[in-house]
């Protein structure tokens, strides 16, 4: 997950809404290109831990104590980049969050994402709804089978860059989308 994160993350810049910031993971592999950071999650105790993390990194700051898709507290086309690593899987309403995030993207903005979710796989996709009933349970609300691609394009982004693969470990949870997507 480090090398996905140091592959993906220094590519945003200016103003960058992080969904699901979390400890703080991908603070340390922002560039200096990015101006401020604006972090959405809902737990107090990784934006503690966040906090830390960020107290002696160059890009300011901010945490919205919120789910991604609560209403934003930004102004529509107000921010460069979107970065979302890991976090689309267990967010509620993934299409709301998607929304939120289209509507304070700039138009020239793009959305950073590397996310696990539905394999092309038929015979791993099977497991994966198996399992995401008990996963969700254990696993802070995760979803193993969502189609991460479906979701950005079906929210109106047009994803140009995307790769998908299999991390090491059991295979219903480790399928991964990683890519780059433009508000349209």
């Not at 919120?66 to 507290?73: K, L």
């Not at 299409?95 to 092309?120: C, D, N, P, Y």
């Not at 099977?126 to 995401?132: A, I, K, Y």
Request: charged fraction near 20%; glycine fraction near 8%; aromatic fraction near 8%.
């Amino acid at each position: 997950m480090t090398r996905l994160r140091s592959e993906s993350v220094p590519h945003a810049q200016g103003d960058v809404l992080e969904i699901g910031i979390g400890s703080g993971l991908n603070l340390p592999f922002y560039s200096p290109k990015v101006h401020h950071v604006y972090g959405v999650d809902p737990s107090i105790e990784l934006q503690r831990m966040a906090s830390k993390r960020a107290s002696d990194r160059a890009p300011e700051v901010t945490f919205f104590l919120q789910s991604a898709e609560d209403p934003v507290p930004l102004p529509d086309s107000s921010v460069d980049t979107i970065v979302m690593t890991w976090s689309l899987c267990s967010i509620p309403n993934p299409e709301a969050a998607l929304q939120q995030m289209k509507r304070v993207l700039k138009h020239t903005g793009r959305l950073i994402f590397v996310e696990h979710g539905r394999s092309s796989d038929d015979r791993i996709s099977v497991w994966q709804d198996r399992l995401t009933p008990a996963w969700k349970r254990i696993g802070g609300g995760c979803h193993l089978n969502r189609k991460i691609d479906d979701l950005i394009r079906a929210a109106g982004f047009q994803i140009t860059e995307q790769k998908n693969f299999y991390l090491p470990g059991p295979r219903p949870m480790t399928y991964t989308y990683q890519g780059v997507a433009f508000g349209v």
